[in-house]
């Protein structure tokens, strides 16, 4: 079955400066790529995604690149703010959804 | 915009109990999902449904069932709680086979204690 493996686990830059999380996938038929942001208190929110037919998709600070050759594929946060501070969760799709363990993102002050 | 909505929201059990999580959408959607969630282990996949009075397993569904009699609820049961099955549960619904456009929708998450 399909194994997605995300890092880092905890993550920590400086306000304004860009945050990078990285994740790998097993299952070379996997074709759906999104990520999820998670709050406090709250479930995963879906923020950016990508089908396996694009490299890269960009929404305002947010963008995610797919290399599937290598089966990895990226989420960068440019200008980071303080309301970025949450988990970030990939996830890949072939037949049921996948998720990764997780990246707590601290953004510093 | 209710979306997805979770009862109840914190429970605390001994073990032996049963209980049911009661999952309800208003998006009309086919497609619904449960989740635990563990410290250090992601979301993963309880059960699901592709639609009204159909389910399948997912990749933990050992412990629990469930049941989709309407197509806007999809119930989550343990029948008796074991302290391994202390979580945080999460609900999802999607429009169809997840794709482009065509997102999860979570719950905000029901927190149940195991004693």
């Known amino acids: 079955g399909e194994n997605v493996e995300q890092h880092p686990s905890t993550l920590s830059v400086q306000e304004g400066d860009s945050a990078v999380i990285k994740c790998t996938y097993s299952?070379?038929?996997?074709?759906?790529f999104p990520w999820y942001k998670q709050e406090l208190g709250k479930g995963p929110q879906l923020i950016i995604d990508?089908?396996?037919?694009?490299g890269e998709k960009k929404d305002q600070r947010i963008a995610v690149t797919l290399n599937k050759t290598a089966k990895h594929f990226s989420l960068h946060i440019t200008e980071t703010q303080p309301e970025d501070s949450a988990v970030y969760f990939c996830?890949?799709?072939?037949?049921?959804?996948?998720f990764g363990k997780g990246t707590r993102l601290h953004i510093l002050p | 915009n209710a979306g997805v909505t979770q009862t109840p929201k914190f429970r605390v059990l001994k073990t032996g109990q049963s209980m049911t999580l009661l999952c309800a959408q208003d998006?009309?959607?086919?497609?619904m999902y449960w989740y635990r969630q563990d410290p250090g282990m992601g979301l993963r996949l309880i059960h699901y449904?592709?639609?009204?009075?159909?389910?399948a397993k997912g990749e933990v569904p050992d412990g629990y069932n469930v049941s989709r009699l309407k197509k806007q609820n999809f119930l989550l049961g343990l029948e008796s709680a074991a302290p391994s099955q202390t979580s945080v549960y999460f609900c999802?619904?999607?429009?169809?086979?997840?794709?482009?456009?065509?997102?999860?929708?979570f719950g905000d998450g029901t927190r149940l204690s195991i004693l």
């Open positions: 996830a890949v799709r072939d037949d049921k959804i996948i």
């Open positions: 449904s592709v639609g009204e009075g159909t389910t």
């Open positions: 998006m009309n959607h086919e497609y």
């Open positions: 999802a619904s999607s429009y169809s086979r997840l794709t482009i456009n065509q997102p999860q929708h």
């Open positions: 299952d070379s038929a996997s074709n759906y």
């Open positions: 990508i089908r396996s037919n694009v």
